[in-house]
């Protein structure tokens, strides 16, 4: 099993900047594409970013590219660097790991491990 849990979620004016931060312990060694999903107030969870294990791989929703930039800092730890915030941008945002695909895929069914979320709050 995986365990990831996420940190880094505040409030923040727009035009601001915020990481998040997400640990993985456990089976580790199984991860291969790690992303970040998001859920706005009244809307359905939506792809965000995702990156290869290599870190070579990366895709991005375009509402954020040029924005967010997605990387893993090591084997455990995947990182959001968000700027430019606006305040669409205001949802919980999830961590999620695959040990099924290494191809940066914004696919959600393919992640198998969920952590609990952070809020991201934007004020405009």
């Known amino acids: 099993q995986v365990q990831l849990v996420e940190s880094g979620g505040r409030l923040v004016q727009a035009g601001g900047s915020l990481r998040l931060s997400c640990t993985a312990s456990g089976r580790i060694f199984s991860i291969y594409d790690m992303a970040w999903f998001r859920r706005a107030p009244g809307k359905e969870r939506e792809f965000v970013a995702a990156?290869?294990?290599?870190?070579?791989?990366t895709d991005y929703v375009d509402s954020v590219k040029g924005r967010f930039t997605i990387s893993r800092d090591n084997a455990n730890t995947l990182v959001l660097q968000m700027n430019s915030l606006k305040a669409e941008d205001t949802a919980v945002y999830y961590c999620a790991a695959s040990a099924v695909t290494n191809s940066a895929t914004r696919n959600q069914n393919v992640y198998g491990y969920w952590g609990q979320g952070t809020q991201v709050s934007v004020s405009s």
């Open positions: 990156v290869s294990r290599s870190g070579r791989d």
